[in-house]
């Protein structure tokens, strides 16, 4: 019986955020948690659990928490040798501060432990930043082909099936990699849209070629100034010119089509979302307050929006509403509970991480919500219409039923604002109007004005007049 193990460490962080993830934010499953994580795994392999640390995205990781993980994961690598084969399950935007590359960094280190025999299989997040030294350490890689990764589940099931198919045929694949200079938020590459749409939708057609295991294409990450950051192309396959050549169809597709990402919807700074919105008829009507998402590594500390919201005449004054989440601030929960529902509190929040601003929020604690198993303890307070969600930890608001728990309904508000940026699935199947707030905070839209330094250049849209790159595939083998 093969024998294969699985561990990894999976987190989007953001560079330019002030938040720092450490070992609260992470859960970390080993045993039969672990495999437990995975449906359908074959049943003629024998399964060895190591270690999988996962966190909502944020800040960059504590460089000790990151350690702790990677001697464990080790040392379990280690007690299990020989091992056929690893499956790495990754998300590949991980920053730890002080270090570059950090998928690299763990990559390179089990490959050491487990020998250059033992077939690695990584899957990764498209958002995340296929490097050359991490497609060297790895024998497979693929990513997730839906944004939002409405197929996460099948990209993990993908990466384990070719593992094992490679290891029952005696197939050591070669890699055909390509990074690709464009950095993009992902906002402009949602696949319900083109280009984005188009490229991926090629990736079946490719892999089905003869000669061709996998076609992966990374967005790459935006909010980390690594030299890093940036989209790739990796194609895996036993046929040298036939993955060379579909990656390179590949790459220039993507560069060719560099201009024409876009964000899904129509976008723009706070004050104009706002009008928006209410001088539209639609309702529910979204507006993501993109600059601040923690789903993509923001604090979640910036109450830049609930300022906006306030200082509108219509909405101070309660002739409109809108619902805003939300914001971390445990002090402003805290003394929303001191109060009780129905007390008035005069709050200022916002800047909880470090995060610049602040918004003085007067009003009335509308609801209290206890030990919500990802927010904390959480507060709804009202000024004039507006209604401002509280919450202890960092937390998202994905689902309607995020909203309605907390006795909100969008479709009774005339706008719904949340940290978001292109809308989630639930939260896209009930808008019937939608617009992109251009917001600050960690994950700014506005690359542009982010101020990189140690990313590697010329890159678009940076350098938006740099030369035509050089899109060759590299053949990477073992
Ligand atoms: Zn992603």
Same mark, same amino acid.
């Given at each position: 019986m093969?024998?294969?193990a699985i ?5 989007e ?7 720092r993830s ?9 045993d039969?948690?672990?495999l437990? #994580?995975?449906?359908? =795994?074959?049943?003629h392999?024998?399964?060895?659990p ?6 909502l995205? $944020? ?6 928490f990151?350690d ?7 040392? !379990? ?25 950090a998928e690299?960094?763990?990559?390179? &280190?089990v ?13 990764m997040?498209p958002h $995340? *930043?296929?490097? !050359? ?5 790895l024998?497979?890689?693929t990513? !997730? ?8 589940a ?7 099936? *070719? ?7 005696g197939?050591r694949?070669?890699?055909?990699? +390509?990074? +690709?200079?464009v ?6 590459a949602?696949t319900?849209d083109?280009p &984005?749409?188009g490229?991926?939708? #090629? ?9 061709v295991?996998?076609a992966?294409?990374?967005i ?10 940036s &989209?790739?192309?990796v194609?895996? $396959?036993?046929d040298? &010119? ?8 590949l790459?220039q ?6 201009a024409a ?6 976008? %723009? ?9 209410l ?5 529910p009507?979204?507006?993501s307050?993109? %600059?601040?998402n923690?789903?993509?590594g923001g604090a ?7 300022e906006?919201?306030?200082a509108?005449p219509?909405l ?11 914001v ?8 929303c509970?001191a ?7 005069e709050l200022?929040?916002?800047?909880a991480?470090g995060? @610049?601003?602040?918004?003085r929020? #007067?009003?009335?604690?509308?609801? =209290?919500?206890?030990a919500d198993? +990802? ?5 709804v ?9 509280l919450?202890?930890r960092?937390?998202?608001? !994905? ?12 479709a009774?508000h005339d ?8 809308l989630v699935?639930?939260?896209?199947d ?7 707030? =251009?917001?600050?905070?960690?994950v700014d839209?506005h690359?542009v004005r982010l101020g ?5 250049? @010329?890159?678009y849209p940076?350098? @938006?007049d740099?030369?035509?790159p050089s ?8």
């Amino acid at each position: 019986m093969k024998r294969i193990a699985i561990g990894g460490m999976a987190i989007e962080s953001s560079t330019f955020s002030p938040h720092r993830s450490g070992a609260a934010d992470f859960s970390v499953v080993r045993d039969a948690e672990l495999l437990a #994580r995975y449906d359908s =795994l074959p049943a003629h392999v024998g399964w060895i659990p190591l270690v999988y640390a996962r966190a909502l995205p $944020g800040g960059a990781v504590e460089r000790a928490f990151y350690d702790a993980i990677k001697a464990e994961l080790l040392e !379990h690598l280690r007690a299990t040798l020989p091992l056929d084969g690893l499956y790495l399950d990754l998300h590949g935007a991980m920053t730890v501060v002080g270090m570059t590359d950090a998928e690299a960094d763990l990559a390179e &280190a089990v490959r050491d432990a487990v020998g250059p025999g033992c077939l690695i299989s990584a899957s990764m997040d498209p958002h $995340g *930043n296929m490097s !050359h030294r991490l497609v060297t350490a790895l024998d497979l890689a693929t990513s !997730h082909r839906m944004s939002p990764h409405e197929d996460a589940a099948l990209t993990k099931q993908r990466a384990v099936a *070719n593992l094992v198919a490679c290891l029952d045929r005696g197939i050591r694949p070669l890699r055909a990699w +390509v990074r +690709v200079p464009v950095l993009l938020p992902g906002e402009r590459a949602c696949t319900r849209d083109e280009p &984005a749409k188009g490229i991926y939708r #090629r990736l079946p057609a490719i892999e089905a070629r003869d000669g061709v295991i996998d076609a992966a294409v990374w967005i790459g990450y935006a909010w980390a100034d690594e030299p890093r950051c940036s &989209a790739a192309v990796v194609v895996t $396959g036993t046929d040298a &010119a036939a993955i060379t050549r579909q990656a390179q169809v590949l790459a220039q597709a993507y560069w060719d089509a560099r201009a024409a990402f876009a964000f899904s919807t129509a976008s %723009g700074d706070a004050d104009w979302c706002i009008a928006t919105g209410l001088a539209s008829a639609e309702r529910p009507f979204f507006i993501s307050d993109s %600059g601040d998402n923690p789903t993509a590594g923001g604090a979640g500390d910036v109450a830049y929006m609930l300022e906006r919201l306030l200082a509108d005449p219509a909405l101070a004054s309660g002739r409109a509403t809108a619902i805003w989440a939300s914001v971390v601030d445990p002090t402003a929960v805290a003394r929303c509970f001191a109060a009780g529902g129905g007390g008035d509190v005069e709050l200022r929040v916002g800047g909880a991480f470090g995060s @610049p601003g602040s918004a003085r929020l #007067r009003g009335r604690v509308e609801r =209290l919500r206890a030990a919500d198993p +990802v927010g904390g303890d959480i507060a709804v307070v009202a000024s004039g219409g507006v209604r401002a969600v509280l919450t202890t930890r960092r937390k998202p608001y !994905h689902y309607i039923t995020d909203f309605t728990e907390l006795g909100l309904d969008p479709a009774a508000h005339d706008l719904t604002v949340v940290k978001v940026g292109y809308l989630v699935p639930d939260l896209f199947d009930a808008a019937k109007g939608w617009v992109l707030a =251009l917001t600050p905070g960690g994950v700014d839209q506005h690359i542009v004005r982010l101020g990189y330094r140690a990313l590697d250049r @010329p890159i678009y849209p940076l350098d @938006p007049d740099m030369p035509a790159p050089s899109l060759a595939p590299e053949v990477i083998t073992r």
